[in-house]
């Protein structure tokens, strides 16, 4: 079960094996899902509109984009920007896991609120996706320059990437796109944590031990979640792309129109004006698939570690029992 729960069975685990949990559960599922990520980041930059019934830019579906991201840079294309994205990845599912257990133990303790409730998991899960963007920021700004680059290569690697940043555009670039970031995250991850427990408790009670049946829950699950989520909250994840490739426009010529924003708001009424609402949702169809296996599987590994865990310290005290 995912956060504080009083009545588990067994040894509690440590806000410290929560963090290496979702840690590993961030490296497994960034490494499935990374070439939908790039996909989705080539479509939310892309001014012009995307549609294969009228072409008009040079992407204009998902298996248009992938044969001509194939043929044009490689099959490694898709995993541009791998290793900012899987640290990215590596941490943020280290805090906002650890943060969530810390904070869903500290309500249940110190308010009148059951921890397992779905109101208190979007309060808790926002939060903690808060702690963690703020941490993992700049890792998501590298992991997107990298992922917009084309043939064209700008950045060599990942310390040419953070020199070359730092020297001409300043410490302060990496937290472009901060702000919609924010507005955006703290709902997506409080819808994320609170479907999941909705649809966990209408898929009945949780299997008394780690089996298949359990996993394959927390995996549809997760998966639905994140579909709803990132549904009700996607055009906050477009402005926070388009605002973290500026000063990156000579890279982007290659791929047709570009644009510069002044800020959030100058952003939002940019899009609306030249590509109209539905230039809120590019990228949204590759986006769902990424997020119903991204948050499937982050909830799936996620659980699958923490009842590992739970089972490995279980036997250690029985043996030391036994040795008594």
């Known amino acids: 079960m995912v956060g504080y729960d009083p009545g588990a069975q067994g040894a ?21 899902i990374s070439p939908l990520d790039v996909l989705k980041i080539r479509f939310q930059l892309q001014i012009e509109r995307v549609s294969s019934l009228s072409p ?53 303790k110190s308010t009148l609120y059951d921890s397992q409730t779905s109101g208190v998991h979007f309060l808790c899960g926002g939060l903690s996706a808060c702690s963690a963007t703020v941490v993992c920021q700049p890792l998501d700004t590298l992991r997107t320059r990298f992922a917009a680059q084309g043939e064209t290569k700008v950045y060599r690697n990942l310390r040419h990437a953070v020199s070359t940043m730092c020297r001409s555009e300043g410490v302060l670039t990496f937290y472009r796109g901060l702000c919609p970031t924010l507005v955006a995250v703290f709902p997506y991850a409080g819808l994320q944590f609170f479907f999941y427990n909705v649809f966990k408790k209408l898929l009945g009670p949780p299997p008394k031990a780690a089996n298949s049946g359990g996993n394959l829950k927390s995996l549809i699950c997760g998966s639905g979640a994140g579909m709803i989520s990132k549904t ?23 791929f047709g129109q570009v644009r510069s924003y002044r800020g959030l708001m100058d952003c939002m009424v940019q899009i609306a004006k030249e590509e109209g609402v539905r230039g809120f949702f590019k990228g949204l169809s590759p986006s769902l698939v990424k997020a119903a296996l991204s948050t499937g599987f982050t909830f799936f590994w996620y659980e699958f570690f923490l009842n590992s865990m739970r089972s490995l310290k279980e036997r250690q005290r029985t043996n030391g029992l036994q040795e008594r």
């Open 232 to 254: 009700l909250t996607y055009p906050f994840d477009l402005f926070k792309k388009r605002l973290q490739v500026g000063g990156f426009e000579a890279a982007r010529v290659h």
């Open 56 to 108: 008009e830019g040079k992407y204009q579906g998902l298996f248009q984009a992938s044969r001509c991201i194939y043929s044009e840079e490689g099959p490694s294309a898709f995993w541009k920007g791998h290793v900012p994205a899987q640290l990215l990845s590596i941490c943020f599912g280290a805090v906002q896991f650890a943060t969530f257990e810390f904070l869903t133990e500290a309500v249940h």
């Open 12 to 32: 509690a685990l440590s806000p410290e094996e929560a963090a290496l949990a979702g840690s590993a559960a961030g490296m497994v599922t960034r490494a499935l």
